[in-house]
């Protein structure tokens, strides 16, 4: 039996957590901007997931938080003075520019990163980019950290290969794995790599534009390279404008893969036909199954709404067929609850499914699948992950009292302009340095 297996690193949510509506094309965080957020109950929706699939058997990892507000970003575009200084002057003459500073964003690790596991690339490694996010200015910040994140946790050479986030003015536009996924017959196997993209650097433009892409073909192409995938056994696939525009602004809202499994919508890709096509060729021998959700069972508009393929598709130990987690929107959305209900009796590998509880996270337009970024390692591999970010029963209880320690219960947009908020986020980062033996790391305990 194979010790390869997929490790879920979640993201840690931030004690900044708030609903600033920053993210063009995502109509949950459009549409819950300015309501008031609870970070500690946020924290701890997380933290509680993460529980549910270790007690479930499922090797977990935890990514921690950007230090936030992010005041170097403020200092360099004008500010100056103390730090409490300039959270003022920054609220007064440029507020949403401090609200981009202030973004817990980061809490989304699927956007993270892509990863390619060891028996995928060429010199035997598993590779690592960070997404650069340029989309988005609040996102486009975090690459930096999120490399010193990884590099943190998987800090042998031998076995790991960090890159840079993809530099490149306005091209080369990179989300992560939000846009990536892997099928393979066994974890452990080569596998396939599928990039989705939904526009082209340095080709026509899109035809529709109501939100933007994010994804561009030359920034997947640039990451196969560098990461030394095999050509064969990389498919790139382009993103339907249909579920662009209707608020699937990454592809993970409406796909998602597990081993041999592509889970996805009718309408999630351009040419399903030749995509198909692609990755059978690519796969081999071996089966692979396309699972398609009907629109006439499960609307676009539904399966965005709910959140149903922002899941985690999932092998349990000791537990026949897949599971999906999914979020508590997809019990209660009537059509999806009743597809999912059908699709558990009918003959695929998906046969079971778990809802976990992750409203806060939802409101900003995140399910459970854009909290975790995926990194398959074999059993050598995982002897060399920092442990102090492998989840354990003791650091969820750790990790619970730190929340309840730092977190408020509630932030509002006019709470931002508070420069107590800087002094807590930073307490609390302060805090878990010490609970996850960093020492220094962030760039406040470094001056």
């Known amino acids: ?24 094309g995502n109509l949950a965080s459009t549409n819950n901007a300015k309501l008031v957020s609870q970070p500690r109950r946020a924290a701890k929706e997380g ?74 690339t060429a010199d035997g490694r598993v590779h690592f980019t960070p997404a650069n996010l340029k989309s988005m200015f609040h996102r486009s910040i975090e690459h930096k950290m999120t490399g010193n994140i990884l590099k943190a946790i998987f800090n042998n050479d031998r076995y790991f290969s960090h890159h840079d986030a993809l530099s490149g003015g306005v091209h080369l536009g990179d989300e992560g794995a939000a846009n990536h996924n892997r099928l393979c017959n066994d974890y452990g196997e080569q596998g396939v790599e599928l990039f989705i993209f939904g526009k082209h650097d340095f080709g026509p433009a899109r035809t529709s534009s109501r939100f933007p892409a994010r994804q561009s073909l030359e920034a997947s192409t640039a990451i196969a390279r560098r990461h030394g995938l095999s050509a064969d056994k990389v498919v790139m696939a382009s993103q339907s404008s249909q579920v662009i525009d209707a608020g699937g602004f990454h592809n993970d809202v409406v796909s ?12 999630a890709f351009t040419d399903k036909a ?15 199954h396309f699972i398609q959700v009907p629109e006439h069972k499960v609307s676009l508009d539904n399966a965005i709404k709910s959140y149903l393929f922002n899941s985690q598709l999932v092998n349990i130990p000791g537990t026949d067929g897949m599971t999906l987690i999914l979020p508590m929107e997809s019990q209660e959305n009537p059509s999806v609850h009743s597809y999912l209900m059908d699709l558990i009796e009918q003959d695929t590998p998906i046969k079971h499914v778990e809802f976990v509880d992750v409203r806060q996270s939802m409101r900003n337009g995140g399910g459970p699948a854009c909290l975790r970024l995926r990194v398959v390692l074999n059993e050598q591999e995982r002897t060399q992950v920092n442990p102090s970010f492998v989840f354990t029963d003791e650091l969820f209880l750790t990790l619970n009292t730190w929340v309840d320690k730092h977190y408020r219960d509630e932030l509002c947009s006019a709470d931002l302009a508070d420069p107590t908020l ?12 010490q609970i996850m033996k960093l020492g220094s790391f962030y760039e406040f305990q470094q001056v």
Not at 7 to 21: C, K, Q, R, V
Not at 78 to 99: R, Y
Not at 422 to 433: F, V
Request: hydrophobic letters at 40%; a negative charge; charged letters at 15%.
């Open 256 to 267: 998602v893969s597990n081993k041999n499994v592509l889970f996805m919508h009718e309408l």
């Open 1 to 24: 039996m194979s010790q390869t297996v997929e490790m879920n690193f979640d993201g840690l949510i931030g004690s900044t957590h708030n609903y600033a509506g920053l993210s063009q």
């Open 47 to 120: 933290l509680a997931k993460m529980q549910r699939l270790h007690q479930l058997g499922l090797k977990q990892g935890i990514l921690i938080p950007h230090e936030r507000p992010h005041i170097p970003t403020l200092r360099q575009l004008g500010f100056s003075g103390t730090d409490q200084a300039i959270v003022e002057k920054a609220h007064k003459s440029a507020p949403g520019l401090l609200a981009m500073c202030y973004s817990a964003s980061s809490m989304w690790a699927a956007n993270a990163a892509t990863v390619s596991p060891s028996s995928d």
């Open 274 to 288: 030749s995509l198909f096509k692609e990755v059978a060729s690519a796969f081999g021998e071996q089966e692979v």
């Open 422 to 433: 800087l002094c807590e986020s930073r307490a609390a980062l302060d805090e878990l340095t």
